[in-house]
């Protein structure tokens, strides 16, 4: 969708800019359920036993919580370079951004399959239940931003996007960003406190 | 502006899997409709079984299956599976898809001065996915397990250990999906596609009460969609968010790991399930606003202090969730809480009553069958919203939670206030959708039957209630201080029955005017809003011939100096 | 005739507890204020379709104006609010929710809800309960008192049926087994959850002897229906007999 119509909506913010805001918002409603009730339960319940922070792998959610957020700025670099002209450079930062959410899930694949043999499993415990569910939810949602960002690399390759004309870019990178807030927020809830 | 290039499109792409936003409303309304009609039909059961309990259903009781009626007589779990999917089925499938979907989807984007919506492909999905909810919901009742019946709150652990709620939860998260991206829409499409000169206090009021309910349902179900997952999560997985330690169910010690709490699953539930109830009512006063305008030949009294109420009500119904749990365990503080936010939100709603009231002084007044539902709304909602002054006050709740005083309560509220406007928005914007009018004697025997009868049904239950009779009884005669009432149940069936009798006049004339209706003009109420500025029905996928330029508010009825007594928003002068 | 059935009627059941008629008269309060609120909009309403009917009313006169006056219905009810909720609501509530008589002046008893069935467990003469455990729940046991704990030796179980005395407030530990059920006396005008996992504690005290019915207020599966027990007010001494009947007995 081209953005050469943003005088013609009553606010001046293009419908899709608009529509991302107002999606994303909705997704702070999603979390915010799961994350409440993660917080009310590990503070309230007696029952909410908390893994010893060996087992939790701390290093290396420190290191894929580094991953994303670099993923984020490369986001930021991708659109930067569209807007300047560069379709060169678009490419490949939306290129690094795909390559680093891969890297995410992988580590994520990693740390599951490590925590599951150690013990920790969705019925181990309600530590367990809320770490895989919360954590899944934001891997769905980050594939979804794979899958979106992916679309708009073939869509770049085709030539699809210059200076002018690149508001899809700019809505994907919203939705990165909050993915990579919403990491922000989980990483410390599990693996910090 | 000329009209868009005309494309042939199949049968498919014109009325199956169409973008343009009047088809899409017309889909949700004859979806709605008929999902009304089957939610409307398992109480009809249900009220056999409670004027006479234990006694075999008349010619039905043959057809059901043994598991369910063994000789025609309910059991006790399809009673409830019968009283769980009306209550889910005429929310979420019925009421909110036909006063949000069907109308929303239909004039908003007509009174905004719009083309369609700010996304027409979503739309279409929104409507597709509500569709494939729908069916999947009712298609519990086949299904091995049977349907819910935990009631329409699946309140924990109950929920996590009957059958049939693995359906209801997939289904609703269905019905949860059409309902966001409807949201988006409308919260899209009114920000940004006014027409020129549309300003905010230009807006019809159904406009405003469409935007808003878009802004609830966007904020407020989320949060059950992360309840339901968890709650599928229970079920499906063994997990214990809701499900505490150490229970014991039929003689066996539970498994489970445990620890979780059933009160998390109530907060999350109302979280949305209370400001669910505003997104019942906000569109129907919406509609209200717009025939009693063009009813009375008089601007609305008080349109900001109504615009003002919708907005204030909105922000409110997300505080006073917990006034569904005064009983509940809950802290005795946050009652205290709940019951003052509780009772703060009745001032908005007696406001916009009260600017509704003050509408007719001064007026001139119209009997035509869009006003008689309209004119009726206003008593009904209000015995609705009075009777809900005692469920928020905590002491009285105490004795009334869980009886048939709250039926009482939210029927006259749903039934008698927004499906009676509903019934009302039907009979005004039909010409409208279909270029025809309905046959307005047998409107009128549809308005008089079904206002009476439904009257009949809902009162008695206030006396129920009062009485102590508890909710969800398959069988109310097993208790004591339930005897003395069992006769209104009786009177409250035979009612039902007859009521159903009553919308059988409004089915046919319903059907028989899109083909042999009188044939309409374009603005045959003589109406200011912009959905009379174009054809009927308006030109599919533009609406307009040429893109309207509002020029003043949306009721200027009988501006003195005019000769016309209504002066519609786009015209020059 | 049940003798029962005398308590109830078309209207309130019989006012048997000392906060009952409290609650009573927060009823009579509101549904006066509606009553009221409700015939002046419906007589000013019935006024406006007649008098302004399009036959007697040809020209609606037209304007935008919103006169203070029409704000007098929402300020009147927000007083009126204001007094019912810190005047009137906060004192019972917190009367009946947070004034719990001490258990040294109270009939202690905790209450088991299951499906579908009230268990009702004393602490008997020594005032202790006896140790529960899960696993030790059967039929013969549905408490599953723990028969070699010396607490439990003297404690009474029973099913759908508690006796009190009259003349002392009954504190009551609710909780439930299974599925959430509610507590509810009519005739009290009590309610409460018993929610599994969890142990609310209420309160009432009966000011009349006799026979008070227990239903289920909370939808707890197919037999919630018929989940009804039966509270027996006993003047003191005959209180006294069946609690040393039931120590003969010696039935856990």
Redesign the interface.
């Known amino acids: 969708m081209n953005d050469t119509r943003v005088l013609d909506t009553s606010t001046g913010i293009p419908n899709g800019k608009l529509g991302m805001w107002v999606f994303l918002a909705s997704e702070v409603m999603l979390f915010g359920g799961f994350i409440s009730s993660y917080v009310i339960l590990r503070t309230g319940s007696p029952y909410f036993s908390i893994p010893p922070r060996e087992m939790l792998g701390v290093p290396l959610a420190t290191l894929n919580t580094f991953v994303l957020i670099t993923s984020s700025v490369t986001m930021v670099l991708a659109l930067d370079a569209v807007q300047k002209g560069s379709v060169k450079g678009l490419v490949r930062y939306l290129s690094a951004t795909l390559f680093l959410a891969f890297c995410f899930l992988g580590i994520k694949a990693y740390e599951y399959h490590h925590k599951w043999l150690e013990g920790i499993t969705l019925t181990s415990g309600l530590f367990g239940s809320f770490y895989y569910t919360l954590t899944a939810l934001h891997a769905l949602h980050v594939i979804g931003g794979i899958v979106f960002i992916s679309y708009l690399l073939a869509m770049a390759l085709k030539g699809r996007y210059d200076s002018r004309e690149h508001a899809r870019v700019e809505y994907a990178g919203l939705y990165w960003h909050f993915v990579d807030l919403v990491w922000v927020v989980l990483f410390p809830i599990f693996y910090l406190l | 502006m000329t009209a868009a290039v005309h494309r042939e499109e199949s049968f498919i792409g014109k009325w199956i899997f169409s973008r343009d936003h009047k088809v899409i409303g017309l889909q949700y309304m004859f979806t709605s409709l008929v999902f009304l009609l089957i939610g409307f039909s398992l109480i009809l059961l249900i009220r056999w079984q409670l004027a006479y309990p234990g006694r075999p259903i008349p010619f039905i009781g043959d057809l059901l299956p043994d598991s369910l009626a063994p000789g025609g007589i309910m059991m006790p779990d399809f009673y409830n599976s019968l009283g769980a999917m009306h209550g889910t089925i005429m929310i979420f499938l019925g009421i909110v898809p036909l006063g949000v979907g069907a109308f929303g989807n239909y004039f908003l984007p007509l009174q905004i001065g719009a083309k369609d919506m700010a996304f027409p492909t979503l739309n279409m999905s929104s409507y597709w996915v509500y569709f494939v909810g729908g069916v999947l919901m009712l298609s519990s009742f086949v299904l091995p397990g049977g349907a819910a019946r935990a009631g329409w709150t699946s309140y924990v652990p109950l929920s996590v250990i009957s059958s049939g709620q693995t359906t209801w939860l997939l289904a609703m998260t269905f019905l949860i999906t059409s309902s966001l991206l409807g949201a988006i829409n409308f919260i899209v499409t009114t920000l940004n596609l006014r027409a020129p000169g549309l300003t905010w206090s230009r807006l019809p009021l159904f406009v405003w009460a469409q935007f808003v309910t878009g802004l609830i349902l966007l904020f407020a179900f989320p949060v059950l969609q992360a309840g339901a997952v968890l709650q599928l999560l229970d079920r499906v997985a063994q997990t214990s968010f809701y499900m505490p330690q150490g229970l014991i169910i039929s003689g066996e010690l539970s498994q489970r790991g445990g620890g979780g709490n059933a009160l998390l699953w109530q907060h999350l539930f109302w979280f949305l399930a209370h400001p669910e109830v505003y997104v019942l009512l906000l569109p129907p006063m919406g509609i209200v606003a717009e025939i009693l305008a063009n009813g009375t030949r008089k601007p609305i009294f008080g349109y900001k202090e109504v615009a003002g109420s919708f907005c204030f009500i909105a922000v409110l119904s997300f505080m006073v969730w917990a006034h569904h749990m005064f009983v509940s365990g809950l802290k005795t503080s946050l009652s205290y809480l709940f019951m003052t936010t509780t009772m703060t939100i009745s001032i908005p709603s007696i406001a916009i009553l009260t600017c509704y009231l003050l509408s007719l002084r001064n007026a001139s007044i119209r009997y035509t069958v869009p006003m008689l539902f309209t004119l009726a709304f206003l008593p009904m909602f209000g015995i609705g919203g009075l009777t809900g002054l005692p469920l928020g006050f905590t002491p009285t709740d105490v004795y009334l939670h869980d009886t048939y005083y709250v039926i009482g309560h939210f029927h006259y509220v749903v039934v008698t206030g927004t499906l009676i406007a509903l019934f009302g928005g039907i009979y005004y914007w039909f010409p409208k959708m279909f270029g025809r009018s309905m046959n307005m004697f047998w409107g009128k025997v549809h308005f008089w039957g079904t206002i009476v009868l439904m009257n009949l049904i809902f009162f008695p239950m206030f006396i129920q209630g009062l009485a102590g009779v508890q909710r969800r009884l398959y069988d109310p005669t097993v208790q004591l201080h339930n005897l003395t009432v069992q006769p209104t149940n009786v009177l409250m069936s035979y009612a039902s029955w007859g009521l159903l009798l009553f919308q059988v006049p409004f089915i046919v004339n319903f059907f028989w005017s899109i083909f042999k209706g009188a044939r309409s003009e374009e603005n045959p109420w003589q109406a200011t809003t912009l959905e009379w500025a174009c054809p009927s029905p308006p030109l599919p996928h533009v609406n307009f011939e040429k893109v309207p330029t509002v020029h003043r508010g949306p009721y200027e009825y009988s501006v003195p100096g005019r000769e016309a007594d209504f002066w519609p928003q786009n015209e020059e002068n | 005739m ?1 003798p ?2 005398s ?7 019989v006012a048997a507890s000392t906060y009952a008629d ?2 009573d008269r ?2 009579l309060i ?2 006066a ?2 009553a009221a ?2 015939v002046l ?2 007589v ?2 019935a006024y ?2 007649v008098r ?3 036959e007697n ?8 104006k ?1 006169t203070l006056a ?1 704000y007098t ?2 300020v009147l ?2 007083i009126f ?1 204001v007094w ?2 810190f005047i ?3 004192p ?3 009367h ?3 004034e719990l008589p001490a258990p040294e002046d109270a009939t202690v008893i905790r209450v088991v809800a ?2 579908f069935a009230w268990l009702a467990h004393y602490p008997g003469p020594d005032g202790k309960f006896g140790r529960m455990a ?2 030790l ?3 013969a046991i549905p408490l599953g008192l723990d028969p070699q704990d010396p607490d439990a030796g003297d404690d009474v179980a029973s099913v759908n049926e508690i006796r009190v005395p009259l003349g002392r407030p009954v504190l009551v530990t609710l909780t439930a ?4 059920h ?1 507590f ?1 006396v ?2 009290f ?5 018993a ?4 142990e ?1 504690s209420i309160w009432f005290e009966p000011v009349m002897a006799g026979r008070f ?1 227990i ?12 989940m ?1 027990g039966d509270i027996f007010v006993l003047p003191e001494d005959e209180y006294a007999a069946w609690m040393a009947g039931e120590q003969a007995g010696r039935r856990p």
Not at chain 3, 215 to 226: D, E, K, S, V
Request: charged content about 20%; aromatic content about 12%; proline content about 6%.
């Open positions: 049940n029962a059935q308590n109830y009627g078309w209207g309130l059941p409290k609650i927060s009823l509101l549904h204020a509606m609120i409700f909009w419906a000013y309403m406006c379709l302004y009917r399009k009313s040809p020209k609606a006169v037209y304007s935008h919103s029409s219905p929402d009810i927000f609010e019912l909720i009137v609501g906060v019972i509530w917190a009946i929710r947070e299951e499906q899960p696993s729940v059967d039929y087994r299974d599925v959430i509610s509810f009519p005739e005008r009590t309610k409460q959850d929610v599994p996992g969890m609310n019915e239903g289920c207020a909370q939808l707890c599966g197919l037999g919630h229906y018929r009804r």
